[in-house]
């Protein structure tokens, strides 16, 4: 079955601009996580939705950064002003749901990520 | 704040030999992890897990964890250049908990 997607792939913008990256998790999937992953770092936890709610968005660097899961399948992660301090691999992932069990349905599977570089 | 630490490397390693990779944690509740592969400019692929003390083996990888010194290794057997990424220590958890990685790198 089709695995985590994500648009666009890479992204190039200047400083100061508002950009939107999208992901589509795996169907049926209930959780959705986000991580930012800079060069020679492991990612990083931005925010996690559980359906539709933001139910830990603790990562989130400032205010600039806002993500949405308006029907609790594709999200959109928003990051306005962009700084050059934003450059990095925006990964998404997705899990059947969310859970401290053994190896099971809350693995999480990780899509391709977008690429985000700010000039 | 629970913290997973990995040496950056570069490992390198012959082809055929053995690759030990090590990652210790800071947080003694912590109960379960993950061994991620990632080639470079691609996404995680999950590899192993592992939530018992002692070793879990799947192929040519074993995971071992030790809850009592508080690290976690993985083994690869006869290394392959195939095998030359970047391998991510997590704990389980929402959300998951990374170290930053140590790349392998296997010479043919």
């Known amino acids: 079955g089709a695995g985590v997607s994500q648009t666009p792939s890479n992204k190039v913008t200047e400083k100061g601009k508002y950009v939107e990256l999208r992901c589509d998790p795996i169907?049926?999937?209930?959780?959705l996580y986000w991580y930012r992953q800079s060069l020679g770092q492991g990612p990083e936890f931005l925010i996690y939705f559980q359906g539709t709610g933001a139910a830990d968005d603790s990562g989130l660097p400032n205010d600039r950064f806002f993500a949405v899961r308006p029907e609790g399948s594709v999200s959109t992660l928003k990051i306005q002003r962009t700084e050059r301090g934003d450059s990095a691999v925006y990964l998404c992932a997705s899990s059947l749901t969310v859970g401290r069990g053994l190896l099971g349905p809350d693995t999480q599977y990780f899509g391709p990520g977008t690429r985000l570089t700010v000039l | 704040q629970k913290e997973v630490e990995q040496n950056s490397g570069p490992l390198s390693v012959p082809e055929g030999a053995i690759a030990s990779l090590n990652c210790t944690y800071s947080d003694r509740g912590s109960q379960s992890f993950f061994w991620y592969r990632q080639y470079s400019g691609k996404s995680p692929e999950l590899i192993m897990f592992?939530?018992?003390?002692g070793d879990k083996e799947d192929g040519r990888f074993t995971a071992q964890l030790n809850k009592a010194s508080q690290y976690v290794s993985l083994l690869i057997r006869d290394s392959q250049p195939s095998d030359s990424a970047t391998y991510l220590c997590?704990?389980?958890?929402?959300?998951?908990?990374f170290g930053k990685g140590t790349r392998l790198s296997v010479i043919a």
């Open positions: 997590a704990l389980k958890g929402t959300p998951l908990v």
């Open positions: 169907s049926g999937h209930t959780a």
């Open positions: 592992i939530y018992s003390n």
